[in-house]
């Protein structure tokens, strides 16, 4: 499976929030910062806390995309 975090970097944007700022907000541990950074699936405990921090949706901060033929990781 595949997922995109740049719905959520939109999100940020626009509520003006840093990277750093929801980290600390949103208790997420600097590794699953950067497993968002490279776009690898996180918990949906961690989504969860995100979606709170910012009052938002699933939807809203990530979506699906479809693997390319042989990008398996």
């Given at each position: 499976?595949?997922?995109?975090?740049?719905?959520?970097?939109?999100?940020?944007?626009?509520?003006?929030?840093?990277?750093?700022?929801l980290?600390?907000?949103?208790?997420?541990?600097?590794?699953?910062?950067?497993?968002?950074?490279?776009?690898?699936?996180v918990s949906?405990?961690?989504?969860?806390?995100?979606?709170?921090?910012?009052?938002?949706?699933?939807?809203?901060?990530?979506?699906?995309?479809?693997?390319?033929?042989?990008?398996?990781?």
């Amino acid at each position: 499976m595949a997922v995109s975090y740049n719905r959520l970097y939109k999100v940020l944007e626009d509520k003006n929030v840093t990277m750093v700022e929801l980290r600390k907000a949103a208790d997420i541990a600097p590794n699953t910062m950067t497993r968002i950074r490279k776009n690898e699936e996180v918990s949906l405990d961690v989504l969860g806390r995100i979606c709170h921090v910012l009052h938002s949706d699933f939807g809203d901060i990530m979506e699906y995309v479809e693997e390319k033929e042989g990008d398996n990781q």
